[in-house]
């Protein structure tokens, strides 16, 4: 694994099988997002008390801070089958109609990114989701005819990294619309010694802090630097992950305090060395750094804008008065950004909104 997939929100296919490891299996399991936990049990509770199945549920969020892991838990607690898709693979109405015709009563469907649905599969759930019915087309031409197929009860699950990009007749059928928040460096020490005890890690209190601090709010990052660490402390330590050995292990794999790695430092050091603290085009600063524009702009920039470290403005890239600091550089006057909040308090967040 590079330096760059290691703080990466995304899965990586070599982990799929050590994240199902450690993912929570019911809902008093899952911690931290408070707000969305309870309002899932109380919706799972009351639809089990009815004796059907609960509303669709939407839940948006950046990667990694377990909407899967929901999916999951929402089958577990309803004790429910789960077909598991994504919005890239439904790229017909005929294979979304295959997936729903194939659902036991109760089950539960859920599209990951199903943003990214076609609009042709997308119109075809609208009817699944509001009358658990759909129509399919056979034929072409004058002698199409539409075949209503119905439907068992189930429920729809999706998940979205963008919701900005969900239609309004889309979002609007999610009886249940959940936002996951970044996690506080606590919460994520509390998962960092639970995914310790799973995969079997010793682990000190200090050691589970300093990955916490350095893991961007975000459970995937965190359980892949422990698992990082844990192979530093095998081959280099006593097999504890202590203070000391979580701090030269995430030196040797490039993961700063901040948990920034070579590219995102890269990157800052280019528009303050180079272009004195920016304004700079996105394409000048790839090229800078010699990456494509897009993995500046969606690999690296997410996490610097909300660690106070970089804006955007209508002329381009500028670095903040808090990446000169980061970066042991003396501000000039005027720079952008100097009343922006410290970086430590970034995921000192308030409860989760719904």
């Known amino acids: 694994m590079s330096d760059g997939n290691l703080v990466s929100a995304y899965v990586q296919d070599a982990e799929r ?19 969305v ?9 009351g639809a089990m008390r009815r004796g059907s199945p609960p509303d669709h549920i939407l839940l ?33 109405s005929g294979d979304l109609a295959a997936i729903l015709t194939s659902l036991a009563e109760g089950d539960v469907l859920f599209i990951d990114e199903i943003h990214r649905i076609a609009r042709p599969a997308e119109e075809l759930l609208y009817s699944a989701m509001e009358d658990f019915r759909v129509d399919v087309i056979v034929g072409k031409g004058p002698g199409a005819t539409a075949i209503p197929l119905d439907v068992e009860p189930f429920t729809l699950v999706g998940a979205t990294t963008r919701s900005g990009l969900l239609t309004g007749p889309m ?22 010694h639970r995914s310790a005890r799973i995969l079997g890690v010793p682990i000190t209190d200090d050691g589970a802090a300093e990955i916490a601090g350095r893991s961007r709010g975000t459970p995937r990052i965190a359980n892949r630097l422990l698992r990082r660490v844990r192979d530093f402390a095998e081959v280099r330590a006593d097999g504890v992950v202590t203070l000391e050995t979580a701090r030269a292990a995430l030196t040797v794999y490039d993961v700063d305090a ?15 060395d180079s272009f004195r603290g920016g304004p700079v085009g996105l394409s000048t600063l790839a090229v800078a750094v010699g990456e494509q524009p897009d993995t500046v702009e969606e690999v690296c920039e997410p996490f610097l804008v909300r660690a106070g470290l970089l804006a955007r403005t209508p002329r381009g890239r500028v ?3 808090a990446a000169w600091h980061h970066l042991g550089r003396t501000p000039p006057n ?18 989760d909104q719904p």
């Open 17 to 35: 099988d050590l994240e199902v490891s450690v993912r929570p299996k019911r809902l008093d399991e899952f911690i931290a997002q408070d707000r």
């Open 37 to 45: 936990r309870d309002q899932l049990d109380l919706l799972l509770k």
């Open 60 to 92: 948006s969020g950046p990667p990694g801070l377990g909407k899967t892991s929901l999916a999951n838990i929402v089958a577990a607690e309803l004790g429910s089958g789960i077909r598991v898709t994504s919005g890239p693979a439904i790229e017909r």
């Open 171 to 192: 979002r609007d059928r999610f009886g249940f619309v959940a936002h996951l928040d970044f996690y506080s460096p606590a919460d994520l020490e509390t998962l960092l």
């Open 258 to 272: 901040l948990g920034l790695d070579r590219l995102d430092r890269a990157v800052l050091t280019a528009l303050v």
């Open 319 to 321: 670095a903040t008065e």
């Open 334 to 351: 005027g720079t952008f950004g100097s009343s922006a909040p410290s970086v430590p308090d970034l995921f000192s967040v308030e409860p």
